[in-house]
DNA sequence: TTTAGCACTCATAGTATCCGAGTGCTAACG
DNA sequence: CGTTAGCACTCGGATACTATGAGTGCTAAA
């Protein structure tokens, strides 16, 4: 028996796979010819179907139905079968429109964008902010705000700036903060977060004179940034779409699903793409999570800046629509890091 | 026929209603006597019951089927029949750990609230922030970062200080910057956000000299400011635990109900609570959109400072757990509005 | 190598039947 | 007169059986 993929299994696994992927029912050797217009009689194709079944692409639900592709048919169609499609000037356009966010912060920007990108493919969205293992610091400011408390603001080379309202016991005074800020900024400023040590700050409190009283916040929020940054934070989008697929019309595993995905934790080891721009699939029993086994996740990732790497993708049943799905994904990952890493007024 | 709500009817009413919360199951006569213990024959009971059906308390799904709550008999039981379960110390103390929340900005502590409160019910959770329409400004701050870019920091009076980089076509010169701070601080500050004219902005620029050319990114940015406290966020949780309940084993349901609720814009419009620490119950066709018809909400308002109103809220089936529900959300509430409002050090 | 023909398989839908929980009604009881 | 036992009746849901037809694998001829 021929076991080599020959171009005509190579279509007939294609075509029926693109069957399946359009209507969810096992697909027979009469619809391949009749729907998908192969010029082979279904005797024909019965043998290949045979044959491809063998070589593991194949799997039949039960012993006189239509085929349905297998993890491995489905593994071959995205690497090699598949024709990507290309993305309309409209489809485009709709994307790019969808990038002019309001939101301020990281996470608000990619919540958004994962609702977006839910609603373009129809499928339920996870999205992983990057993980911010060098920030550095570019500048301290402290100031008096209200009776007794006082703000400490902390500008980072990523995207954001963040602040800390305190209320210590003591008020404090506006010239102390002044010159707190003036020493912090001498001292810290350009160094890379991770290397503000317990002896750096102790030398910031002695040059501090009075003022070396509210080091101690400084240190405590440094700290609380440090762990911030260092984690990523996960989203998911657009779970009622699932609901929508028929391989989830049984509750409970849409239920185990969904109860899985809404799980940060759990979503923070998912599946991660492997270089910029490209698509990397996870096919059903590929993916290590036991939850995730009948289960395809398709990621990209988005840069921003120079080498933070966050992660968007979709998650859905084994039958996903890979080809529409990947070129689709691919823009619009471009897009957010492009808008993330400042194409807009936006951003350091 | 006595159409009087006897108080052994009310007795009847209220264990059928019990029961069928406990099993979402017809309740029949019999059922009352062996599973709820009520002292009377079933033949009894069945009067008692074919009298609370004519007066629209209780339905039939079919001729000889045991008796399901109405959306009127919810409501009986609800404001005058259900007994309110007290909190045990452990369930108080499960809650107050869950509020030692470390997220700062306002948002991100309400997405985490609500997805712990919908873990604590295993209901679908529903949170909107305040609706902030009175910030007051604090003060400004304006200083180079990075290269080309100045950062606009502003702090409100409510919990948040907000920031925003920007990079204008011109390099901003420190002095520059500096002077336009002390501007706007001199003419800015202690003002509603509301308040700050064209005319004053225009003041503003006059007083900055060559500053001056930096006022628009301020008023730009305060314009977005303004716009965006003037909205409340909504945020959904705990989806998966829709399809726990057997009412939404129906797919088709479940996901019309799913797709609804993650409208942002459908779930402020949602039902708000009367007032602070009570809570609201919205049963079924109580609900004005069509989509929650068959649906209860059960709400309930947290306080940020003096005035602020937020909400929170859980979803589910009309046949909600009211009595353990109501008393955990209003716990929680109060909680969080006691967390919000500066119980920490956090917050000016 | 391809295809027509054919017997075989088996999931699905449809139909018939049974079972029993629950009802409403009536008559007897305290 | 309210309460209860008794009983015929209803009807949804479970179970069993059958028919249908899409799809198969195999064989033999083109």
Redesign the pocket.
Known sequence: MNMELTPRKKAVLRALIEDYIQYAE??????LVERRGLE?????L??E??EL?EMGFLA????????VPSPRGYRLFVDELMEYHGLSEIERETIDASMRLKAKELDRLIVKAGEFLSLLTRYTVYALTPRIDQVRLLRFDLFTAGDDTFVIVVVTDVHTVKNKVVRPPFPPAEGALRRLTAVLNDRLTGLVLRDVTQERMRSVTRQAGEAGVYVPYVAGFLAELLEEFDEREAFLAGQSHMLGHPEYHDILKARRLLEYLSDGRELTRLALADSDGSVRFVIGPENEAEELRDTSVVTASYRIGGNLRGFIGVVGPTRMDYARLSSRLAYFASRLGRLLSGGEEEAP
Chains 1, 2 share one sequence.
Not at 26 to 31: D, E, F, L, R, Y
């Open positions: 096992p697909v027979g050797s009469k619809t082979f009689s279904s005797a024909t019965r043998h179907m045979v079944e039949q639900p039960h012993i006189s139905s239509g085929r």
